[in-house]
């Protein structure tokens, strides 16, 4: 089907939908920049759900190059499914790429099956995440496992994000070393160092934050695995010892209402602001005192990267890939997952110390900067594939 000696490389990049997070910034922003004199990329993604934030309504975050296919949205429906793959098998032959590149549980399914079934030589998924724990029940868990197996078999290369993550991923799915390769994730980092100097206070106005009010902001979309009970719950314990402390909530989905009435049911929904989703996110790092994390389940969070970029020391419990972003007692504190003394002490801990949260916020803007830059990202990528093409 492809053509290797052509001109261009072509890459199908396939995501089930762009809802704000670090996959679809990264399937936006390497689709965009893989358009020049070497590649030519194509991406295919799906509708968002129903209760979150379309990323590409956000400045810079526009499609270039794309073709929307609405069944490849995050939501399980066998027939649609079938009609899904049909229809990407369509475009697959249409567009003839020397690379599939799939991002996302359901997109690296239904993108690899059509592209086994086409022909395409180089195969390869990236796991921003994954679903082996912490979404379903055991008995899904072991069928998603299964058809993750087998898909691997006739995949090219499996790309994770974190070394922790590679490991727990091999470990779940039992398979060879060299199916995998470590890919760190890459922003555009510039307006995360810069905000704090541009502030002009829009956030902490936005959520009656006075001048003398401590902000603490968690900041994702509001699903079971992220937590955000044990966010309240924290909050709760840290406004019986300080009075001067605002809760900010930023971002949406199926469990805000639920979150809403949790916090009026704890008695402290004054103290707490559901913000919404921020399109300048920037805004909301450079009024924020400490970022928190209380996932289940990460693969590498988006949010404590740009919070670090910003010189916020972070929180985080100690899931997935939180390790690889963040150095425990250097650029912010690690907790135990699911547990709200240790979260508090941390976040107390960074609460009662000035000195030691300026500390934090600059040791992690030097780390975020040589880490995780999109030119670095972009420099990976390229040399990952002409080494597959090679």
Known sequence: MSQLNREKIKILRIIA??????????????????????????????????????????????????????GLGRELHPLKDISTLLALIRIVRRERP????????????????AGVLCGVPILIHTFHGHVFHGYFSPLKTSIFKFIEKILAAFTTRIITI?????????????LSEKKFAVIPLGFNLDKFEKCKELSSGEFRKAINAGPEDFVITIVGRIVPIKNHALFLKVARLLLEKHNNLRFAIVGGGE????????????????????????????????????????????GT?????????????????????VRDVVKDGESGLIALPADSSSLFAAIDELILNPELRMRMGERGRIAMRQRYSFDKLKSDIIAFYKSLLR
């Open 162 to 174: 974190s070394p922790a993550q590679k490991e727990e991923i091999q470990s779940l799915l039992g």
């Open 98 to 113: 020397d690379i599939i590149h799939t991002h996302t549980a359901k997109a690296g399914a239904v993108g690899r099956v």
């Open 301 to 321: 969070p988006v949010c404590l990267i740009e919070s670090l970029s910003a010189g916020v020391p972070v929180v985080s419990t100690d899931v997935g890939g």
């Open 255 to 298: 469990l805000q209402e639920q979150t809403e009435a949790l916090a009026r049911q704890l008695g402290i929904s004054e103290r707490v602001v559901f913000a919404g989703w921020w399109s300048e996110i920037e805004k909301v790092y450079a009024d924020t005192d400490i970022t928190v994390l209380t996932s289940d389940n990460e």
């Open 17 to 70: 939908r762009l809802n704000v997070g670090g996959p679809a910034i990264q399937a936006i922003s390497l689709n965009r920049e893989l358009n020049n004199n070497e590649f030519e990329s194509t991406l295919v993604y799906g509708t968002v759900s129903e209760g979150e934030e379309d990323i590409t309504k956000f400045p810079g975050m526009q499609v270039e190059r794309g073709i929307l296919l609405p």
